[in-house]
């Protein structure tokens, strides 16, 4: 059987904090009334950036209201697209900077060290760096050691992405099997609430699950291509993030429930 083989990527200059750092410090001085000085909300407004730019004008009944005022957000976003622009010369998107290199601000720093020598790439940094203290359960020494251990098995086994993206899911419990049976109870649980409250709007989240999974039996191998696929991932991981604070709240509700009981 044929070894797998990674292929040589050369170092993006963009992919560490630093550089990112820089792109906001830009952002910040050609709008400081606008651009938060904390990272923590500097990170939130992005975001809230992105989705504007996703959403249409007339699309705002939908989701929780931003914090921001719309004509900020675009503001920022136009002044943003001119940064990358000229310090990528094109190659970064606005939604791309967001979606990815955004969040090396908060991994470790032993996985932007990791990212920085070369030894994996982007995406292989954003799911190592998923291995936190509070989605394992144990100490920082700990995660920082699982990190480097499934770390070096990937480069030693010269693995792919979606070889290291499957074991991290596997460690942190989320690999999951979705049932016709399962389905059908998401469905009915749409229909319930709708027919409850038609204005609540957690039913989006049941259907747009289900959307997910009738995908999963229409798409054929030949249809997904590289950029697809590196698309694709980038906003995988930040469902899967939702859906593990969704597990994490359930269990601590779970665990309240049985040491009070009614």
């Known amino acids: 059987m044929r070894a797998t ?52 004008a007339t699309d705002t009944r939908r989701g929780r209201p931003s914090r921001w005022p719309r004509e900020n957000l675009i503001k920022a976003a136009s002044v943003l697209r001119s940064i990358l622009e000229r310090e990528t010369r094109g190659r970064v998107s606005l939604s791309s900077f967001i979606g990815q290199f955004v969040s090396l601000l908060t991994f470790p720093s032993d996985v932007t060290q990791a990212l920085a020598s070369g030894d994996i790439n982007l995406q292989e940094a954003a799911h190592l760096a998923r291995l936190t203290p509070e989605r394992l359960d144990c100490t920082p020494a700990q995660a920082r050691a699982t990190r480097k251990e499934v770390g070096q098995v990937h480069l030693r086994m010269r693995g792919s992405q979606n070889q290291l993206r499957a074991r991290v899911k596997e460690i942190l419990g989320e690999t999951v099997k979705v049932s016709s049976e399962g389905m059908t109870q998401a469905v009915a649980k749409v229909d319930e609430l709708l027919e409850i409250d038609p204005a609540d709007q957690r039913h989006f989240f049941y259907e747009e699950m289900k959307r997910l999974f009738y995908a999963m039996r229409e798409v054929e191998p030949e249809d997904l291509d590289d950029k697809v696929i590196e698309r694709f991932m980038a906003v995988a991981d930040e469902m899967s993030n939702v859906l593990h604070s969704i597990d994490l709240n359930r269990r601590r509700r779970e665990a309240k429930t049985v040491k009070f009981p009614l």
């Open 5 to 56: 083989r990674r292929r040589y990527r050369s170092i993006d200059h963009l992919a560490s904090p630093e550089a990112v750092q820089r792109i906001c410090q830009q952002l910040h001085e050609h709008l400081p009334a606008l651009i938060p000085k904390s990272e923590k909300e500097l990170i939130r407004f992005l975001y809230a950036v992105r989705h504007v730019e996703r959403r249409p």
